[in-house]
């Protein structure tokens, strides 16, 4: 028996499709670097709250890291009162916002962790291993 290959599959079987909702281009490089090393797959990149509940309505997606300040009308926290509307998929706010109002905010929408920025690499693999 192959182990390795048996590894392969395993991996290949828990891959989770992430979406990553960021308006700093650096940031969100950063993440989608983090995540992939960790041996995640990034589906998407966007900047903006609308931009974020469009690709969930067109696309499969197993977890969004979502900032809460974006560019245009839809902070993150709206993106995802409007996408708990038809999909539950997982979010982890990851967000210079630790304001507890803020917080509290986006406790309405069901968010399985809340990351305040500056984030270390490992505590978001953690947060995504939680999921």
């Known amino acids: 028996m192959n182990t390795n290959k048996n590894n392969s ?5 828990n891959m989770l499709d992430i979406l990553i909702v960021e308006d700093e281009f650096l940031l969100a490089l950063l993440n989608q670097q983090i995540v ?8 998407g990149s966007v900047t903006k709250g609308e931009d ?18 974006l560019e245009g009308d839809t902070d993150g926290i709206t993106a995802v009162e409007h996408i708990r509307k038809f999909s539950k998929v ?8 630790s304001d507890p ?19 270390l690499p490992n505590d978001l693999i953690k947060a995504i291993e939680l999921i």
């Open 90 to 97: 997982p979010v982890i706010y990851v967000t210079g916002n």
């Open 52 to 69: 974020a509940i469009e690709f969930i309505r067109a696309n499969k997606c197993d977890l969004i890291l979502m900032d809460i300040f």
């Open 9 to 13: 599959i395993t991996a290949l079987e």
């Open 36 to 43: 992939e090393n960790a041996g995640y797959n990034v589906v």
């Open 101 to 119: 109002k803020a917080k509290e905010r986006a406790a309405k929408t069901k968010f399985s962790s809340f990351l305040v920025k500056p984030v």
